[in-house]
């Protein structure tokens, strides 16, 4: 069942079992406010009869008047819970209050009182004697307690459910990268003995090839394509354990990995401006494999990002590209200018600036953005909008820079048909030192 379902019954049951504990516990506070009600009104009567003349002219007799005080401080009083009561006379006079302390009396908790329950009225005594009172009575403490009690098991419920949520999602990122980690160490290792394989043939090549300078070139390319693919098994070596951080200067890496990039855009088809700027003078604790891969995977991203028929071959009379490294370590891109036509030139900028002790990468694109449907998918594994990917290029940038490098990566910012612009952040150390040769 897709994670989305799962959210979405999970937060449909969170519903259904919020919803039936606030019906069941309004059921309950209106049964007791009736029972309130009930013993309040009791309360009144017995109040009612003790000050009325008529009874107490009658109650001479010393046992029936202590039976009648008996009843009415013992059993009806008694009985009618911590129920806080105010006694006023017609004119709105506080005459007697209970369950409430001297200072909580005031003019407006009448008003609240009677906003909660009606008032209840009591009259004694004839003719000119005869007095009005009214009863104004508030909640009791378990009912005022039973009116958060909802809120207090959502509250639980929620917790509940969102710690069941983080668990299972925490159980299968560990699942994906104990994956992840056997998967790369198997692919390092089945790489590495044909790589020795191809290593012995070149260099047999080599020998059987001395004063041939056609087919030494061929050779050496063939070399530095088998040492290509040494790397990326060097990398799936790294990416499946602890990775060794040394303190070096971001740029030089950038600059590989734009002059590598370069050489291989002629291979999409495509005339591709790219651009940097990069203005960093401290370094930073990186593996150079690991961090070239991260950049790389962005920029291949970027570059299938990139809308066909704009800046492709024949838009252009020329598309060759020059990086130049200033001696302060900002760099400037020289681009060959492209004829003019009515498609915009494709674009692709590497920007590095330092703030805040920390290291910003940027990296831009013209292309078509990312719908807002999309952008929390980007960094999942097998998330990919093309026929044949496996969707686990930015999932590994991911993991690079925020797993072995203590980063953070994220879509700074996108927009369909204005391009998108991954940003990587890297901490530096906390004092400005020189830079080492790398």
Known sequence: ?????????????????????????????????????????????????????ANVATSSDVGEDAAQQFIIEELIVGTSSEIPTIVTDSAGVIIQFRFLEEEEVQPGLIGDYEALNEPITITFGEGEQRQTQYIYFGESDTIRFLRYVPFI?????????????????SISRSEQSSLWVGMAKEAAHQLGTPLSSLYGWIQLLKDSSRGDDV??????EAENDVSRI???????????SSA????????????????????????????ILLETDLKITRPAALNAQLF????????????????????SK??????????????????????????????????ITIEATEQNDRLIIDIIDNGSGIPKSAVSQVFKPGYSTKKRGWGLGLSLTRRIIETYHNGKISIYKTAPGQGTTFRIQIPLPA????????
């Open 230 to 240: 040494e790397a990326v098994a060097e990398r799936f070596n790294k990416i499946g």
């Open 292 to 311: 070239e891969w991260a950049l790389e995977n962005l920029i291949k991203n970027a570059i299938d990002a990139l809308p066909a028929g704009a800046g």
């Open 153 to 169: 098991q959502f509250s639980l419920l929620a917790l509940l459910i969102g710690l069941g949520v983080v668990t299972f999602r």
């Open 314 to 347: 024949g838009d252009t009379s020329e598309g060759a590209t020059s990086v130049g490294i200033t001696s302060a370590g900002a760099t400037s891109t020289r681009a060959t200018s492209a004829r003019a036509t009515d498609t915009p030139q494709k674009r």
């Open 431 to 438: 004092q400005k030192v020189s830079h080492q040769p790398e």
């Open 244 to 271: 060794e951080l040394k303190l070096m200067r971001p740029e030089p890496i950038i600059r590989r990995v734009v002059e590598y990039m370069e050489r291989r855009i002629p291979q999409f088809g495509q005339e």
């Open 1 to 53: 069942m897709p994670s989305q379902w799962i959210k979405l019954l999970l937060l449909l049951l969170l519903g259904l079992l919020a919803a039936a504990s606030f019906v069941y516990n309004q059921t309950l506070i209106r049964e007791l406010n009736e029972k309130e009600r009930n013993a309040v009104e009791l309360w009144a009567k017995a109040l009612e009869f003790s000050n009325d003349p």
């Open 215 to 220: 087919s030494y070139q061929y050779i050496y």
